[in-house]
């Protein structure tokens, strides 16, 4: 008897301190809360309605009522009627998101409905103040985005995106570096010929700022200094395009760098994009004798199409193809 007394005594002393390990735990995240949420408020980040916290003993949960997530320079802003940040009590640096199957999205000015059968992120962050990510991974079964009249704008069967903290670049050995991967699959649109099959992307790119908690002190996100592009896949009802390259950033924000195309089905991506207006009619003969003469030399009749990004626009050797996005 007296040795069960021990033991019923330990076991009550051990549940007192986790339960006051749990207490203090959820003190001290949800003040971290609220003065992240303020911090994101001040920036122009984002705002909440309100937050509240459970999940006793196993867990924090922290949800948030109509949390909305904006740019400060008013080019993005999303918004939900709740969400969750869910972290398990004893690893509270990884935690994991969960949005409904409902939210609103703004994009250049126009309004979206966004919904889903299921939508989770996780996150893992460092140990230290700045709180710096160390990877994210995000799932979207069954996305859906239609206009603000309800008409279908773009769907697909499953959405994955990645980020992790990677090694620093040759490049740019004093910038942080982040491995980004993206898969898209089975999507559709009204404004698409044909369904696009699989889209995939592999990339690590370097940064002017690590991705930490100082973001939501900036009005300034921070802009790529280098990308190394190692996989970029699309199957595009059975064209098959891959590109890889490297590009660097120009002081005013356009590539220059060089990518380089294969595909085996060439004539139909330079008749699409003569469609799509991206090749001048005037250079469409040009291009197809050069493209002709390039597939011509590789074994397996396949194009591989280097193209150069200099001065704000994209060439093909001599040929200008066209403008360079503007990646800020």
Do not use: C
Not at 100 to 105: A, S, T, V
Request: zero cysteines; a neutral charge; aromatic letters at 8%.
């Amino acid at each position: 008897m007296r040795a069960m007394r021990r033991l019923i005594w330990v076991v009550l002393a051990l549940s007192g301190l986790y339960a006051g390990y749990w207490a203090l735990g959820a003190k001290a995240l949800r003040g971290g809360a609220e003065a992240a949420l303020v911090e994101v408020r001040r920036a122009g980040w984002g705002d909440a309605g309100g937050l509240s916290l459970a999940g006793f003993p196993s867990r924090f949960d922290l949800t948030l009522d109509a949390p909305r997530v904006t740019d400060p320079a008013g080019a993005f802003e999303w918004r939900a009627p709740v969400a969750q940040i869910l972290a398990l009590s004893y690893q509270p640096n990884r935690v994991i998101f969960w949005a409904p199957p409902e939210q609103e999205l703004r994009l250049g000015g126009q309004a979206f409905t966004l919904t889903n059968t299921d939508m989770r992120a996780s996150v893992e962050v460092g140990l230290n103040e700045a709180a710096p990510l160390s990877e994210a991974t995000l799932v979207i079964e069954t996305p859906a985005l239609a206009g603000a009249q309800g008409a279908l704008r773009a769907e697909a069967r499953q959405l994955r995106g990645a980020i992790a903290l990677a090694p620093a670049q040759p490049e740019t050995p004093d910038a942080p570096a982040y491995r980004i991967g993206l898969e898209l699959l089975d999507a559709t649109s009204p404004a698409l010929d044909d369904p696009i099959a699989q889209l995939t992307l592999d990339a690590v790119v370097s940064l002017t700022a690590p991705l930490d908690r100082h973001l939501a002190e900036t009005q300034t996100p921070p802009r790529p200094e280098h990308l190394s592009l190692r996989r970029l896949y699309l199957d595009w009802a059975g064209k098959r395009l891959l590109v890889q390259g490297e590009l660097t950033p120009d002081a005013a924000g356009y590539p220059q760098g060089k990518l380089v195309l294969e595909s085996a089905e060439w004539r139909d991506w330079i008749a699409t994009a003569e469609a799509q207006g991206l090749v001048p009619a005037k250079n469409k003969a040009m291009l197809l004798a050069a493209a002709e003469s390039l597939a011509r030399q590789s074994p397996d009749g396949v194009l591989r199409l280097p193209l150069a990004f200099r001065s704000g626009g994209i060439f093909f050797g001599p040929l200008a193809l066209g403008p360079a996005p503007r990646l800020w």
